[in-house]
């Protein structure tokens, strides 16, 4: 089991971390999503999230999240081939919290060196916080 401790880090880059992993049979947890960066340009994310959110009808979806931690781990289905046998259990091999559970603060989380958001060269980003709040997160 691999407890990821988002951080600080950049939720494309460990999306895409986490899915390689979990197709290979590892099981993630990722802790603290609420506080992962998206890149990009606030009003530009927070349009095109509105856009996914809106478009579609409630019975049919698409479904996008609202929670970051649901948030989070739609990205990461988005990245694995979820509608095969061996997507939908690397799928179920992924997790993620808002903050940090009780039962993994024994455990040593790792962070991704490479996702880290001092990589970014621009100052155009935002939380997964933010934007969960723009789109009406309550949490």
């Known amino acids: 089991m691999i407890v990821i401790d988002g951080t600080g880090l950049i ?3 460990v999306a895409t971390f986490a899915a390689k992993k979990a197709l290979l049979g590892e099981t ?6 609420d506080k992962m ?3 990009g340009n606030r009003e530009f994310l927070v349009n ?3 856009r996914k959110r809106i478009q579609g009808t409630w ?3 698409p479904n996008y999240y609202r929670q970051p931690d649901r948030f989070v781990r739609r990205i990461i289905r988005g990245m694995l081939p979820y509608k ?3 997507g939908m259990t690397a799928y179920r091999r992924v997790l993620c919290y808002i903050g940090m559970p009780d039962e ?3 455990h040593n989380p790792i962070t991704i060196e490479y996702a880290s958001i001092t990589k970014v060269p621009s100052l155009k980003y935002s939380t997964v ?6 789109m009406g997160a309550k949490f």
Do not use: F, P, Q, W
């Open 11 to 13: 939720v494309g880059r």
């Open 28 to 33: 993630i947890k990722i802790v603290n999503c």
């Open 37 to 39: 960066y998206i890149t």
């Open 48 to 50: 095109d999230t509105h």
């Open 59 to 61: 019975s049919k979806g």
């Open 84 to 86: 095969t046998d061996r």
């Open 104 to 106: 993994y603060k024994n």
């Open 129 to 134: 916080a933010e934007l969960c709040k723009h």
